[in-house]
């Protein structure tokens, strides 16, 4: 667990420390310990030492996150018991934390050789806890930032609830953001069939175009927060629309929390502005 700044007692001895001197970075602040066993240092995230305080391990969405995954916002901390966790499981409160709790089966290797779930358990997890429009935004960016190989992932996708296993087929790792995703599968499940990250004649990719004619735009939440950046993307559309595309710009909120505007939108363009033939 080096990577997060989380040591094992044994991994430290393993360095050279001893007794002494691990007990010298806590008086000085260089270190501390997180359960009996367990240790951190000034790099080590809070998320996994609240899950090992509470008796548990942090997992699904929390786990994803700290690995480059997009996950949604606000989503909480993951934490993953095993179902014989002690007493500190509401242990969460305390800090003030939105937890979101997990229950391993005994076959789950979420045990105390973990300081955080191993990949597969966590993805494994986020298909029990999205529904499928976030989740296959996650999986989308598994897939891009090359965290798990498709054929991994299908397989865990196979042995997931059945209401997931259809995002197999809806899986595209051309997909640069989750709103990008959210979008293009939202649009297949309501029979509109796009693509991703088509390059113009100007050099410019579309987020997502329908019928070679209509660009479907979708706006981050801190993508175009600067006023360099708004500039840049209006110059963008220009071109995209001096191509021919009829370019339609939804924001971060108006694709999340209303959907059904978006959807209309789409829809009323592709009817009343379609080319002829």
């Given at each position: 667990m080096r990577r997060f700044g989380i040591f094992t007692t044994a991994e430290l001895r393993a360095r050279g420390e001893t007794t002494a001197t691990i007990r010298l970075k806590i008086a000085s602040g260089d270190g501390f310990r997180i359960i009996k066993g367990w240790y951190?240092?000034?790099?080590?995230?809070?998320?996994?030492?609240?899950?090992?305080?509470m008796g548990g391990r942090l997992g699904c969405l929390s786990?994803?996150?700290?690995?480059?995954?997009?996950?949604?916002?606000?989503?909480?901390?993951?934490?993953?018991?095993?179902?014989?966790?002690s007493g500190r499981r509401s242990a969460g409160r305390e800090?003030?934390?939105?937890?979101?709790?997990?229950?391993?089966?005994?076959?789950?290797?979420?045990?105390?050789?973990?300081?955080?779930?191993?990949?597969?358990?966590?993805?494994?997890?986020?298909?029990?806890?999205?529904?499928?429009?976030?989740?296959?935004?996650?999986?989308?960016?598994?897939?891009h930032k090359r965290l798990i190989s498709r054929n991994r992932l299908e397989a865990l996708i196979a042995r997931g609830p059945q209401r997931v296993h259809h995002l197999i087929g809806h899986l595209e790792p051309r997909s640069e953001s989750g709103i990008e995703s959210i979008v293009r599968y939202l649009l297949a499940i309501a029979g509109i069939r796009s693509k991703v990250q088509v390059t113009m004649l100007s050099a410019d990719r579309t987020d997502i175009e329908v019928d070679d004619w209509l660009v479907v735009e979708a706006d981050g939440r801190?993508?175009?927060?600067?006023?360099?950046?708004?500039?840049?993307?209006?110059?963008?559309?220009?071109?995209?629309?001096?191509?021919?595309?009829?370019?339609l710009q939804f924001a971060y909120a108006t694709i999340m929390y209303d959907f059904e505007f978006v959807l209309d939108a789409v829809r009323d363009v592709m009817a009343r502005h379609a080319p002829l033939g």
């Open positions: 951190g240092d000034r790099t080590t995230p809070q998320e996994p030492v609240l899950a090992m305080r786990v994803l996150a700290m690995l480059g995954a997009w996950v949604p916002p606000d989503a909480g901390t993951h934490v993953v018991f095993p179902t014989a966790a800090h003030g934390a939105s937890v979101v709790r997990h229950w391993s089966g005994p076959a789950d290797r979420t045990g105390s050789s973990f300081a955080i779930a191993p990949l597969e358990l966590a993805v494994a997890d986020a298909l029990k806890c999205l529904p499928p429009h976030l989740l296959i935004a996650v999986l989308d960016s598994l897939l801190e993508t175009h927060a600067k006023e360099k950046a708004i500039t840049a993307d209006r110059v963008r559309v220009v071109r995209l629309m001096r191509e021919g595309r009829i370019v």
